[in-house]
């Protein structure tokens, strides 16, 4: 049981260029969500994925899209890097029992745009 | 909307010291309430929560106690340890007033803490 895994765990792109930052979690968790942690901001959700086939902007979506491919995999993807995009992002999957959610994170994806 | 927010840091402490890091919230609908860590280089993992009222959650020596009253939800710790030093994040995640978890966490700004042996 690995949890929630992402890749790549560090990437530097020019501006402009594209990549796509995957997630995965082996939980059967039905919700999955996409942060990122700027210095003295904690952390804010960029999307966010209520179950498979359904997707949500968060509090910063602008510059990202989102594929629920399937219930496992949630990725992210910048089509045209900025430099105000280096962060640090962080993928998460929750379930709810009994109207209660607890939220499991991966271990991030240090980005660099330069 | 909602909203959290922790006392500033950094905190510095030395081994086997009293710990308190403030947390308060404002909320819609019925907020459970979260205290995250980091440790350097990795992912967030979840410390403790609490899901209503004067429920107190704790884990790892560590305690916090929901207080509707002052809207509060702060961490505390009796004798802390080189190893605590981390980053704390308070979080809430509103259920609403339909009693329907919207499942978005609301992070405040995160505390560092640093001990010292």
């Known amino acids: 049981n690995a949890g929630v895994t992402q890749t790549p765990k560090f990437q530097v792109l020019k501006t402009g260029q594209s990549m796509t930052l995957q997630c995965a979690q082996d939980?059967?968790?039905?919700?999955m969500y996409w942060y990122r942690q700027d210095p003295g901001m904690g952390l804010r959700l960029i999307y966010y994925?209520?179950?498979?086939?359904?997707?949500d902007k968060g509090e910063v979506p602008n510059g990202y899209n989102v594929s629920r491919l399937n219930k496992r995999e949630f990725s992210l993807r910048l089509e045209s890097a900025a430099p105000s995009q280096t962060s640090v992002y962080f993928c998460?999957?929750?379930?709810?029992?009994?109207?209660?959610?607890?939220?499991?994170f991966g271990p991030g994806t240090r980005l660099l745009v330069l | 909307g909602n909203s959290v927010t922790q006392m500033e840091g950094p905190v510095t402490l030395s081994e086997e010291a009293f710990l308190t890091i403030n947390c308060t919230y404002t909320a819609t609908g019925y907020p459970s309430l979260f205290w995250y860590v980091q440790y350097p280089g990795e992912g967030l993992q979840l410390l403790l929560k609490?899901?209503?009222?004067?429920d107190k959650g704790s884990n790892k020596g560590f305690e916090a106690t929901y207080r509707k009253e002052t809207t509060s939800f702060h961490l505390e710790k009796g004798s802390v340890q080189v190893s605590d030093s981390a980053v704390y994040f308070c979080a809430l995640s509103d259920l609403g007033a339909g009693g329907t978890s919207y499942g978005k966490l609301t992070f405040g700004q995160g505390t560092i803490l640093t001990v010292h042996p």
């Open positions: 998460a999957s929750s379930i709810t029992r009994d109207l209660q959610e607890t939220q499991y």
């Open positions: 939980m059967n968790h039905n919700s």
């Open positions: 609490a899901t209503k009222a004067d």
């Open positions: 994925s209520a179950s498979e086939g359904t997707t």
